[in-house]
């Protein structure tokens, strides 16, 4: 893949005219977009759904977790809609019963193992008796048992979970930040270079390029930066 199928541009912003306005300013430099809750409650699955028929491709971060039936509903729904990627919480039931739901639709399944912005201290005071890179190697191993189509982790444990999962599946890892910019609310972050050495397959990058003062300019160099590392 290019740096232009691996990167993945968060569209993290309360407006879908705003979300407009980014895809307009990066034009044919990105083909991937990533749709949280905060767009997709103001309209953002519908604009997702349009960015789909024109060409793009759109990773929806939902993190679904549920009662096996309405995770395997909401997942056929989703794959109808064409995306490309879609995330759920690595709990073996939920994965199974999603990577049932989407046989045949060529929607990639991703688990998110521990969210980039928890730590050790995060997850004692959730009530898990796991580190966060124990946790992420337990999840990666039940993912792919599962027969799910990728990972969501940390850059960190990316090389890690690349031995537990082989060399198929998808590993996309968030908390991406160029050299020298503010981390904001990740705790576990690192460059996208390092991070495509470690083993990502797929780099989300909101901030660094949505927030910048001229974010085609941005993302331009972030491509640039991923292609010195393939």
Do not use: W
């Amino acid at each position: 893949m290019t740096p232009r199928e691996r990167l993945i541009v968060g569209l993290d912003v309360p407006t879908v005219r705003e979300a407009e306005t980014i895809v307009e300013t990066l034009g044919d430099d990105i083909l991937f977009y990533k749709i949280g809750y905060q767009l997709a409650f103001a309209g953002g699955l519908e604009f997702a759904r349009e960015l789909a028929q024109g060409g793009k491709k759109i990773f929806l971060d939902m993190k679904l977790l549920d009662i096996d039936n309405t995770v395997a509903s909401g997942v056929e729904n989703i794959a109808k809609m064409g995306m490309s990627m879609l995330t759920l919480h690595a709990y073996p039931k939920a994965m199974r019963a999603a990577v049932k739901a989407a046989e045949g639709s060529g929607l990639c399944l991703l688990g998110v193992t521990v969210l980039t912005s928890m730590d050790e201290q995060d997850l004692v005071d959730a009530g898990y008796e796991y580190d966060p890179h124990t946790l992420v190697l337990k999840r990666a191993e039940q993912a792919r048992i599962a027969g799910m189509g990728g990972i969501v982790c940390s850059a960190e444990e990316a090389g890690a979970v690349r031995k537990v999962i082989g060399p198929e599946m998808a590993l996309v890892t968030p908390g991406i930040r160029p050299a020298g910019a503010d981390k904001g609310d990740q705790k576990r972050v690192m460059t996208p270079a390092d991070a495509l050495k470690a083993g990502s397959s797929h780099l989300v990058v909101a901030r660094p390029i949505v927030k910048a003062d001229d974010p085609k300019a941005a993302a331009r160099a972030i491509l640039a930066e991923m292609a010195t590392a393939l």
